[in-house]
């Protein structure tokens, strides 16, 4: 059986989970709102606006964003029927394929992140100063290597 949590660790992991739960809800309404487009959205053309060729093989997609391969299959599809990306085979390897960037997804990507980028700042960036940022930013590196 494991071992319960302490009171401080429940406390914390609880504040954790609501806040984090309550930012993602934020982000996701207002991006989706100001812009039509989906948190997996907006971080799938993140990816691959910082992708060399703004390409990057489904798998690797898939690893970099925590989504499982159909997820990202499925993400990837919805996003061609939109024309913010096209799905290619890979150069090096016929059986695999690609994310690639299109110019209308790019351009959505540059149109969206001011607004974006607004909401993170009012409903994160600015509660914390920048010693808690560094702290989070170092929490959650170690977290995700594990």
């Given amino acids: ?15 954790f989970i609501e806040s984090s739960w309550a930012l993602h809800t934020t982000l996701e309404d207002e991006l989706r709102a100001a812009t039509g487009l989906s948190m997996n959205d907006y971080h799938v053309l ?8 703004r390409r990057i093989r489904m798998g690797e997609l898939a690893s970099r964003l925590v989504l499982s391969p159909s997820r990202v299959t499925y993400q990837i599809s919805s996003m061609v029927k939109r024309g913010l ?7 090096d390897d016929k059986r695999g394929f690609e994310a690639v960037l299109t110019e209308r997804g790019l351009t959505a990507l540059r149109e969206a ?3 974006h980028l607004d909401t993170v700042r009012r409903s994160f960036i600015d509660h914390l100063d920048d010693e808690e940022l560094a702290v989070i930013g170092r929490a959650f590196a170690k977290i995700r290597k594990a």
């Fill in 1 to 15: 059986m494991a071992e319960p949590l302490s009171e401080s660790q429940l406390r914390h992991w609880r504040a």
């Fill in 46 to 53: 993140v990816a691959l606006a910082e992708a060399p060729g």
């Fill in 85 to 91: 990306v096209d799905k290619e085979s890979c150069p």
């Fill in 113 to 115: 992140a001011p607004a």
